[in-house]
């Protein structure tokens, strides 16, 4: 069972992940690049004295997950494209996490965007103590189907535990799963629809990261692991975050990989093309239904 003063710093975290999610929707625009508004997005989180819980995603057309700009990245917004923009972040290891999908200059996916913004609210309406994760995820599929296209079946929201982001539970985007909801559980739910096949693929390397183990590194790599470590914990994080080590963490950071002392998450790309659109919240599951933390 959630403190009052875990519940405190889990809403502190929502309050700053919404602020953060408007400022990356206030910055986008033609011609703006993703890594301005990566970086505006994630210095709104330490200005609140929060730290990010993840590097922003910024995932663009058809794809669904896992890109946040490089060093130097030079991508720029063009007139069209449907943006899914997702951050997160925690407070002393509270985490929120939230999503929600612009596009920019034109309003051609409308009932795109709305599938999954509905999804979510039908969902969140549906979590209570004792329900099972598959009825959330009919309702999400329902809803998305209802609206003429398909849930990303194999992308899912998750449970959040303290300093973890993805911790036991999953809820899923189809009816899937037996796990019970409890009292207590905190929620990231995160309805993805695309006009595509309904499926994610793994595409190029991405830039996001995620500490493994530390096992035989030599001085050279293990202090940068603990550098790694002492700034972001075991949460995942981007390389343009080592940026501070100097000169060589590109390359340090290619040897713990090898070493198998971080792992890589690749892009995450719909499977037929397809252009996707995702919306998320964090919630806190009480004794009767839910309690969103990351609304504005
Ligand atoms: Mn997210
Ligand atoms: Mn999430």
């Not at 030079?74 to 951050?87: A, C, N, Q, R, S």
């Not at 929201?157 to 189809?174: D, Y």
């Not at 096992?215 to 603990?226: A, H, I």
Request: aromatic share 6%; charged share 30%.
């Amino acid at each position: 069972m959630l403190k009052s003063d875990e519940i405190k710093k889990l809403r502190k975290a929502g309050i700053i992940a919404r602020r953060s999610l408007h400022k990356a929707k206030e910055v986008c625009g033609e011609g703006v690049s993703y890594l301005e508004v990566a970086e505006e997005a994630e210095k709104v989180i330490f200005d609140h004295g929060a730290k990010p819980a993840f590097p922003m995603n910024i995932s663009v057309n058809s794809v669904g997950a896992h890109y946040t700009p490089i060093e130097n990245d030079d991508k720029v917004f063009k007139k069209g494209d449907l943006v899914k923009l997702d951050i997160g972040c925690h407070v002393d290891g509270y985490i929120a996490d939230n999503a929600l999908t612009i596009e920019i200059g034109t309003s051609r996916h409308t009932s795109l965007i709305k599938a999954a913004e509905e999804a979510l609210a039908v969902a969140i309406k549906t979590i209570r103590p004792g329900i099972r994760t598959k009825d959330i995820g009919k309702n999400i599929e329902n809803m998305i189907e209802s609206r003429g296209f398909k849930p990303i079946s194999n992308l899912t929201g998750h449970e959040l535990k303290r300093h973890v982001l993805h911790a036991g539970t999953s809820i899923p985007n189809v009816s899937k799963g037996w796990t019970k909801i409890k009292k207590g559980m905190v929620l990231a739910i995160e309805p993805f629809a695309t006009d595509g096949g309904g499926k994610v693929k793994e595409d190029q390397p991405g830039d996001i990261y995620k500490l493994e183990h530390k096992r035989n590194l030599k001085r050279e790599d293990l202090e940068f692991y603990e550098w790694i470590e002492n700034k972001y914990g075991t949460l995942p994080f981007a390389a343009r975050w080592c940026e501070d080590y100097g000169d060589g963490h590109e390359k340090l950071l290619r040897r713990l990989r090898r070493f198998g002392s971080a792992m890589n998450y690749p892009v995450l790309v719909e499977k037929k093309q397809g252009l996707v659109s995702q919306s998320e919240h964090t919630v806190i599951v009480t004794s009767k239904g839910c309690k969103v933390t990351t609304k504005s």
